[in-house]
């Protein structure tokens, strides 16, 4: 049975990508991805059979990757971050459940062995950049409603809002979407303080990396491109300053048993 290897390589370094995901890349003869999470990869893609693929072509992207797979090639469908948050592993299932339904005719899709392997996401690596600020509580959101209408996003920003959740958001801006991430900090702003700290991370890990704490109150759209993960903290996250650097970071509640010790 062929493999498939469904992977995500983290967002950038090759030092985070994990070992599992690069003896994956070893063993695959084609790699499906968009053109610029191979580049990234560097010489690992040496003697490998290339499949790029435009963005906007994701279903593409996975049919080829689950047909090359049929064909007998050890094939590997390659994302940045995670493949599985916000990324291509779910199309690879939604597709393999049209077929169930008989709304696709690939029958030879079933008998791919498939094999999904996690990477470090965005918002793990604004965390790690910053400090622990998803040390407590914390959800993702897409602010792209391509996919979602904006009813929906604008519910879970409310939902997470009234959670008082940590917030990462992905797909904040693009070319023609501007408006949606202004609107989202409008809504947590009608929750939490405009003094509440938000990351910027642009090109995390990657060369030009451009990391920044600013106020929920100073978020603007001009700040962002689709590049930049955006985390909003929640009502309890701190900012300290050691004297050389800042962090960022959001207690779980320790202090209350640190302060019982005493």
């Known amino acids: 049975m062929t493999k498939l290897f469904v992977l995500g390589t983290g967002p950038g370094d090759l030092d985070l990508l994990s070992p599992m995901a690069a003896t994956a890349i070893e063993a695959s003869t084609d790699l499906v991805a968009y053109g610029l999470y191979l580049d990234l990869l560097g010489e690992l ?52 459940d049209r077929q169930l339904q008989g709304l696709e005719e690939r029958p030879q899709w079933l008998d791919v062995d498939i094999q999904v392997i996690p990477g470090i996401s965005a918002m793990q690596a604004a965390a790690a950049r910053i400090g622990a600020t998803l040390g407590h509580d914390f959800c993702a959101i897409s602010l792209s409603d391509l996919l979602t209408p904006w009813e929906v996003i604008e519910r879970r920003v409310e939902a997470a809002a009234l959670g008082d959740f940590v917030v990462s958001f992905y797909n904040p801006v693009s070319m023609k979407r501007r408006w949606q991430l202004e609107k989202a900090r409008d809504i947590l702003l009608l929750h939490r303080s405009a003094d509440t700290p938000v990351v910027l991370g642009r090109n995390l890990t990657r060369e030009g990396e451009q990391v920044e704490i600013i106020r929920l109150g100073d978020l603007t759209a001009d700040q962002v491109d689709m590049l930049t993960l955006v985390q909003v903290g929640s009502s309890n996250t701190r900012h300290i300053d050691t004297g050389k650097r800042s962090w960022l970071y959001t207690p779980r509640g320790y202090q209350k048993k640190m302060e019982s010790a005493q």
Do not use: N, Q
């Open 45 to 96: 893609c040496d003697g490998k059979t290339r499949h790029d693929r435009p963005l906007g072509e994701e279903i593409e992207r996975a049919r080829l990757a689950l047909d090359l797979a049929a064909s007998g090639k050890s094939t590997a469908l390659i994302s940045s971050g995670d493949i599985g948050i916000f990324a291509m592993a779910t199309l690879v299932f939604e597709l393999l």
